[in-house]
């Protein structure tokens, strides 16, 4: 499983805010793929905005309550997670490349500043593989197997 990370830096003071995910800002991922993070207060949860483009993502957008949202989905207007000190986000809804995240208190009030997170669907993107027995190259956006012509007469 691949993740995303990205730290988020409390805007007022520059220290940095418990919020981190656990891999940089600019992934590729596959769809369904959890976006980790941890260290964010346990009363506390993480809020996002999805887009096709960077949106707009403050602290007077957090609630203020927790969500109960598990995946970053189509959500343009805001989504959160359930409080806690760590956990993943499911990136289900490949068309939503780009990612704002913040965390709020379960006071209704932001942590830190938001910060973009933009995903690449790996699955749109191929690269060569070597195969072994001589085999050719063979593009493993599906994750199908490659397999030799002497393979494949045995399976025959």
Do not use: R
Request: hydrophobic share 50%; net charge neutral.
């Amino acid at each position: 499983m691949k993740v995303a990370a990205v730290t988020i830096l409390a805007a007022a003071t520059g220290a940095n805010a418990v919020l981190t995910l656990t891999a940089g800002n600019a992934q590729s991922i596959i769809k369904d793929a959890a976006v980790a993070y941890t260290g964010i207060t346990p009363a506390n949860s993480v809020c996002w905005k999805t887009g096709t483009s960077a949106p707009t993502l403050a602290v007077a957008d957090c609630p203020a309550n927790a969500g109960t949202a598990t995946a970053f989905g189509t959500s343009t207007t805001g989504e959160c997670s359930a409080a806690g000190a760590a956990g993943s986000i499911t990136w289900n809804t490949v068309t939503q490349t780009h990612i704002a995240l913040i965390e709020c208190s379960g006071t209704g009030t932001g942590v830190g500043t938001a910060t973009q997170l933009v995903l690449t669907n790996a699955a749109t993107t191929t690269a060569p593989v070597a195969a072994a027995s001589g085999a050719t190259t063979a593009a493993v956006a599906t994750g199908a197997a490659c397999l030799t012509a002497a393979a494949l007469a045995i399976l025959v």
